[in-house]
Each structure stands twice: as C-alpha cells, then as structure tokens.
C-alpha cells in the first residue's frame, strides 16, 4: 500500500467516526433527551357520585414541581379541575425509553465506541 492509499483509508475512517459520534450526540440531544420523570396520582368524585383515581406520568427539564406542573398533570391525565392531587413521586432522571422499559440507557459514548468496534 502507497502512503496516499493509508492516507485516504484513514482519512475515511476519520469521517466515519465523526459521523458516528455526531449522530450519537444529535440522538442523544434530540430524541433520547433524559427529563426528571414523575408519577401523579389524583382523585375525583364525578356527578354521579363515583370516585376514580388516575395516575400520570411526567417529564420535565428541572427537578421541582410547581402549581403549572400539577396543572399540566391534571390535564394530560384528563381528570376535572376539581380534582385533588393524592401523590407526586419522583422517579428518577431518564429517557422515555428507560421509563417504558425499566432498562438503563448507555452513555452516548458508549455507544459511540461500540458502533466504530463493530458492537463489540
């Protein structure tokens, strides 16, 4: 192999992990974005007398709640204005992916080395 051919094999390989580790970050950053999770319980008495109890899940950039949070709670989980916060558990700093599945993400680096070694 000529100098020239080692150069642009490398060369290639460079670009290739660049591109690697920048889409790693991008869906890191983007679409694997961990948020402080929390769990909502609230309960209602409906005109008919009947009480029913909801639970939500939530994420936010900052790890505090405030009155906004516990509206926003209260209306992605569809119960009344009237109804009453029960519970508001902290889960945990995580992707959606994580919360649905339990399992723990590994750091885009990780991955990053990963992918450039094949998987291994």
Known sequence: MTKKTITVIFSVLMLGLIFTLTTSF????????????????????????????VSTYMGYKYNFISIPQIEDAKKYAGVSDKAVLLSCCYLGYMTKNEVKTGNREPHFLTRCVRSVSGGL
């Open 26 to 53: 991008l869906l890191e950053r983007f679409f694997m974005e961990k948020k402080h999770v929390y769990s909502f319980t609230f309960t209602y008495t409906d005109e008919t007398n009947t009480r029913t109890t």
